[in-house]
């Protein structure tokens, strides 16, 4: 059966950037389970996908436009520190989810300079070239309920995991 929209696909995959150094993998962990063409997965790769069969291998580069697009330095902002309430330790690198009139964002603490902390509310691979190494496991028609929430439910569920969105009713 071939990839295409409303089927779930299971993937292993490997991630790296320009210089080659691994970002993610599904090596050593479950492949990825997702439900295609419903906003699951980046489109580039979702383009890349189509009309593959399990058993095919992909090695692809996705341009920043088809992955988390360009970084925008409009995202880059400073705060005071005590906008995190009190008692809150706040270090470069962390990440806060923010919400403001765009819906909820995650933000990363880029540096903390005394009272003043300053944030980037955009993706981590924001701007990045990504390099996928894909290999197709399985596909598979997606269920009813799959596709009412827009996502797979995983192998032989007829429901989402404990950890589901769609179980406080908030599919993504």
Same mark, same amino acid.
């Not at 990825?32 to 980046?42: A, F, K, P, R, S």
């Given at each position: 059966m071939e990839i295409r929209k409303d089927r779930v696909v299971t993937i292993d995959y490997s991630l790296s950037d320009d210089i080659g150094k691994?970002?993610?993998?599904?090596?050593?962990?479950?492949?990825?389970?997702?439900?295609?063409?419903?906003?699951?997965?980046?489109?580039? *790769?979702?383009?890349?996908l189509e009309g593959k069969i399990p058993g095919e291998s992909i090695t692809c580069s996705i341009l920043p436009a088809d992955a988390y697009g360009d970084r925008n330095e409009s995202l880059v902002f400073k705060v005071n520190k005590k906008d995190f309430g009190d008692n809150v330790e706040v270090d470069a690198g962390m990440q806060f989810e923010a919400h403001g009139?765009?819906?909820?964002?995650?933000?990363?603490?880029?540096?903390?300079?005394?009272?003043?902390?300053?944030?980037?509310?955009?993706?981590? *691979?924001?701007?990045?070239?990504?390099?996928?190494?894909?290999?197709?496991?399985?596909?598979?028609?997606?269920?009813?309920?799959? *596709?009412?929430?827009?996502?797979?439910?995983?192998?032989?569920?007829?429901e989402c995991g404990d950890d589901c969105c769609c179980e406080d009713g908030f599919c993504d």
């Open positions: 691994i970002i993610d993998s599904s090596e050593g962990s479950e492949p990825l389970v997702y439900l295609h063409g419903n906003d699951n997965i980046i489109p580039g *790769l979702e383009r890349e009139e765009d819906g909820t964002l995650i933000v990363t603490v880029v540096n903390v300079n005394g009272e003043e902390v300053t944030l980037d509310a955009n993706h981590p *691979l924001a701007g990045e070239t990504l390099h996928f190494d894909v290999k197709v496991i399985d596909v598979r028609e997606a269920t009813p309920e799959e *596709l009412e929430h827009g996502h797979a439910h995983g192998e032989d569920e007829d």
